[in-house]
Every structure is written in structure tokens, then in C-alpha cells.
């Protein structure tokens, strides 16, 4: 079986542009979160979905933004772009919101750097 | 001061030693208690989580929480270079609580 899959896994950008990142939950899994990751910070919360409906949000600026598709494919959007945006983001699927924290599953991330 | 901390490290030690990786958190409500590990250029894996107190054991792997200190552990016996890795620790108050992370533990395991 497929584990979480995120496109692109490497990404180059410069400040004021934006992005888009991609995640694919695995088959069957409904619940979908963002997370970012930097050396020193350990995993901060972006958000977290299911069933297309945002469930919750982290401390993050209103230029970080999500969705969730009905097939469960979620994408994250980061606008205008800061270089303090250079980071790895994961995503991780559970089947449901309550197993996130015990069954979820990580993907390998899209590290992004902004120049 | 963070809800979380983890030594970040690097903790270096020979194969075959016993690792012991730790964590603090000032949070009593804490009762998920979590350790992930994460090869390089890869995302966390879960490896074992406890609820509440106590002691559990998986394999060459036992986590430990102690409520009282607010501190808790995870022992890697018979260490392998296969083991080097960055150790993630991370707590939430309940199943639908987010959770809270330490910044991780580099562990290098030396042949």
C-alpha cells in the first residue's frame, strides 16, 4: 500500500512569491495534517482536515493557508514569501481525526528554501 | 521556556551501547506520550506511545513516563548504526489534542 506522497520534494523560491504544496494521503485515510519542521523548533502545527472541513489551525499568519479535496488530497499555500518560510513541511494521514496523534503516518516532506 | 524540551544533541555513543534519550515538559495535563524517530531527508515514524504513566517495552525499545517529574525516556538497548537517527519526542493532552514537540535528539551510533 502507498504511504502519504508530497510533490514537489524540493522547491526553490524567492521572497514575496507563493507556493503550493501537495500531499496524498494514504488510501482510505480521511484526516490529513500540516506540519513545519526547522533545525532547532522541532514539528510546529499549520492545520489539520478532514472531510474538507478545516478542524484546526496553529499560530501561524493568515499568508499560510490550506484545503482538502474530496478525495482526501490536501495542498497548504504559503503568498508572499519570507525567507523565515525556509523549512521542510510534512504532512501526515490518519483514517481519522482521533488516531492523528497514535496512527498517523508521515510523508517524506517538500523542503523549501526561499532566496 | 517551551512546553517541550528535548537536548538536541548530537549524542554520540558506540554500538552495543544503552541509549537513553529524554524529555521534560511543563504541561501536567499532558497524558499522550510519544517518541518518533526520523532518518535524514525522511518524515517521523511513529515508534512507540504511552498513556499516562508507567513503563512500556517493544523489542530493543522501552519508553518511560513519570508523571510526578514531568520527564520521560526512551532506552534503545543493543544499539545499531541502523538506530542513527534524529529522536522526536512529542505529548498532547488527549486523541483530539494537537500535539506539542520537542525539537529532537540526534543520535549517532558509532561501529
Known amino acids: 500500500k502507498a504511504g502519504v506522497t508530497q510533490t514537489p520534494r524540493y522547491l526553490i523560491k524567492t521572497r514575496g512569491q507563493q507556493v503550493t504544496l501537495s500531499c496524498s494521503p494514504i488510501s482510505g485515510h480521511r484526516s490529513v495534517s500540516w506540519y513545519q519542521q526547522t533545525p532547532g523548533q522541532g514539528l510546529q502545527f499549520l492545520f489539520e482536515?478532514?472531510?474538507?472541513?478545516?478542524?484546526n489551525k496553529g499560530n501561524f499568519p493568515g499568508r499560510f493557508s490550506g484545503r482538502q479535496f474530496s478525495n482526501s488530497r490536501s495542498e497548504m499555500n504559503v503568498s508572499t514569501l519570507e525567507l523565515g518560510d525556509s523549512a521542510l513541511y510534512l504532512c501526515?494521514?490518519?483514517?481519522?481525526?482521533?488516531?492523528?496523534?497514535?496512527?498517523?503516518?508521515f510523508g517524506q516532506g517538500t523542503r523549501l528554501t526561499v532566496v | 521556556q517551551k512546553e517541550v524540551e528535548q537536548d538536541p544533541g548530537p549524542l554520540s555513543v558506540p554500538e552495543g551501547a544503552i541509549v537513553s534519550l529524554n524529555c521534560t515538559y511543563s504541561?501536567?495535563?499532558?497524558?499522550?506520550f510519544m517518541w518518533y524517530r526520523q532518518y535524514s531527508r525522511k518524515g517521523p515514524e511513529l515508534l512507540m506511545y504511552?498513556?499516562s504513566s508507567g513503563n512500556k517495552e517493544d523489542g530493543r525499545f522501552t519508553a518511560q513516563v513519570d508523571k510526578s517529574s514531568k520527564y520521560i525516556s526512551l532506552f534503545i538497548r543493543d544499539s545499531q548504526p541502523s538506530d542513527s537517527a534524529t529522536y522526536l519526542c512529542?505529548?498532547?493532552?488527549?486523541?483530539?489534542?494537537?500535539?506539542?514537540w520537542g525539537a529532537g535528539t540526534k543520535l549517532i551510533i558509532k561501529p
Open positions: 512529542a505529548m498532547s493532552a488527549g486523541s483530539n489534542y494537537q500535539l506539542i
Open positions: 501526515a494521514s490518519s483514517f481519522s481525526p482521533g488516531q492523528m496523534n497514535t496512527e498517523a503516518f
Open positions: 504511552t498513556y
Open positions: 504541561n501536567s495535563a499532558f497524558q499522550y
Open positions: 482536515y478532514f472531510s474538507e472541513t478545516q478542524r
